[in-house]
């Protein structure tokens, strides 16, 4: 099965960072996806700019409505994500342990709708 | 046998075989509505056989047999209509089908089976709701409405909650498997407080309407009794076992003729149930020579020191606050705290005990907890400050839901406001 694993953690957090640190940080991130790869799960994986970029488009009644940052604000907000294939659930979770950021963020782990799912209720 | 008769006969037998052969259909679905559907069929079948032909020697082996040929007819039916089932057809249906007539009952049950399908409903990506429904419906055999009038809830809301819970284990991907070793403690931890969950459930009803409830007991040491034999080497499993018996041992005497609740200190002794604290204190002590002491064990270990004491007077209770400290240090909780608190109150006073109660209070951790404020009241009751212990009884009143107790506290708060 397909699954995104979405990395949520605080902006602030990086702030707090060495550059040291962050370096760090940025190693475990390569390691993590040259395991994902060499393990040959993996679909897709991109780092996010922070939500200072974010910009969000409504339409509501054909009238276009665009605003500046994310779509809700929260504490925690995405950073990046990877695309995974794999066999069920529990390996998802075994990944998404994995991920740097779970040991102070947040990882949302969520199955992909495929093309067999349609029709189902 | 009248017809009525045979078929809660056909019933029992399917009640008692359910979370096996279940098991093992979900395991060769893949799925929990078609495993669940071969099964009813089975139970037709049964149903239109059993009375005339009289009951198999191998129930269970001709339950599964005859749910497993309904199962491959299904795959076989939905295979075509729904791209889900018909790989699955092509994968593994279709080689089970082949191998139908050598299949052989004796291969039934698989233990694993139910391992698996307790860990698939206790998985931790369900809810606490709905962890709770699916393990009475799918191992215990509980029908929905059942699970409704145990947990007083709507028929209704059971359902939906039981079909949202098996529409996630399918989407998201829960696996059907014993999980592996760097999640094993997790996963047992949430096997462990379902079972937990499902016995304070029954054993905190006792009025005579809530029979139903007080089955839940029986049932979540029923499913205890089978996660011990599952994973035998894992003594947290025998000590929550042990636990339940223990406490289970005291039901009929919680509770007086006009169906107030009674403390220990109020309970008659006779009542106790001497057989299942036989049975209770000869798991712990298994559990206990594992050599791995955890929270069960030492609450189990609590129980026992109370039922082994003839009489109110004769407990232990240097022990028993030897035991709560340990449990503080496996990281027991405010409650556990709380309860040491009552211990001391026994070992060096009612003065002791006040100020371990009151420092409690003041971290205002457990204010919105019931007992934290029936403790207090009764200890300042008993140290003769009746209105601080009036206050205290009448803060307790307000977080008070339960039938039973509310009448204790009524009936304490009235001594104390004269």
Redesign the interface.
């Known amino acids: ?1 397909r ?1 995104l694993l979405m990395i949520y953690s605080p902006e602030s957090y990086y702030e707090t960072l060495s550059e040291q640190q962050m370096g760090e940080l940025m190693a475990g991130y390569g390691q993590f996806t040259e395991e994902l790869t060499g393990a040959g799960v993996m679909g897709a994986s991109e780092r996010l700019q922070p939500t200072a970029t974010a910009t969000t488009v409504r339409l509501r009644e054909g009238k276009l409505n665009t605003t500046d940052g994310p779509f809700a604000e929260t504490k925690e907000t995405i950073g990046g994500f990877y695309l995974i294939d794999v ?8 990944w998404a342990k994995k991920i740097p950021t779970a040991s102070y963020g947040s990882i949302e ?1 969520r ?1 992909i709708w495929e ?3 349609y ?3 | 046998m009248s017809s009525e008769a045979s078929r809660a006969a056909v019933e029992a037998v399917f009640r008692e075989e359910h979370g096996a052969i279940l098991a093992s259909l979900i395991r060769m679905a893949r799925d929990f509505e078609l495993a669940e559907e071969a099964l009813q069929d089975a139970m037709l079948v049964a149903l239109d056989r059993w009375p005339a032909e009289g009951m198999p020697e191998n129930a269970a082996g001709w339950i599964m047999a005859t749910a497993r040929r309904r199962l491959i007819d299904r795959l076989r039916h939905e295979g075509q209509r729904r791209q889900r089932y018909a790989s699955w057809w092509e994968r593994e249906g279709k080689e089970m089908a082949v191998h139908e007539r050598s299949w052989d009952a004796g291969e039934f049950p698989h233990p694993d089976d139910r391992l698996r399908l307790i860990f698939t409903c206790c998985h931790p990506a369900l809810n606490h709701d709905a962890q709770v429904a699916l393990t009475l419906s799918t191992l215990g055999g509980l029908e929905t409405g059942e699970i409704a009038r145990a947990f007083l809830l709507s028929k209704p809301t059971v359902a939906q909650r039981l079909v949202r819970a098996k529409r996630k284990i399918r989407d998201a991907g829960i696996p059907y498997q014993v999980p592996p070793m760097e999640m094993l403690a997790e996963r047992l931890q949430a096997v462990m407080a379902v079972i937990y969950l499902v016995f304070n459930e029954g054993y905190a009803a006792s009025s005579g309407e809530d029979l139903i409830r007080r089955e839940l007991a029986a049932e979540a040491i029923r499913l205890a009794h089978i996660l011990c034999e599952l994973v035998p080497g894992e003594p947290e499993v025998r000590g929550l076992l042990a636990l339940m018996l223990l406490q289970n041992s005291r039901q009929t005497a919680r509770v007086s003729a006009t169906g107030d609740l009674l403390l220990l200190e109020e309970q008659d002794r006779d009542l106790w149930d001497r057989e299942a604290i036989r049975v209770g204190s000869g798991e712990l002590e298994r559990a206990l020579c594992q050599g791995c002491a955890g929270p069960y064990q030492v609450q189990a270990a609590i129980a026992a020191v109370h039922a082994e004491a003839e009489r109110w007077e004769d407990t232990d209770w240097e022990q028993i606050l030897g035991l709560y400290d340990s449990l503080l240090e496996m990281g027991g909780s405010a409650v556990v705290a709380l309860n040491r608190a009552v211990a001391l109150s026994q070992v060096e006073g009612l003065e002791a005990g006040l100020a371990a109660v009151e420092e409690l209070a003041a971290a205002g951790q457990l204010d919105e907890y019931q007992y934290l404020h029936a403790t207090r009241a009764d200890l300042l009751r008993r140290l003769g400050q009746k209105a601080a212990a009036c206050r205290a009884y009448e803060r307790a009143l307000e977080l008070c839901s339960n039938e039973q107790e509310r009448n204790f506290l009524l009936a304490r708060r009235s001594e104390v406001s004269s």
């Not at chain 1, 069920?88 to 075994?94: E, T």
């Open positions: 099965m699954y066999k069920d659930l529990d390996a998802a979770i075994s782990i199955p093309a067999e799912d029709g189902e209720a």
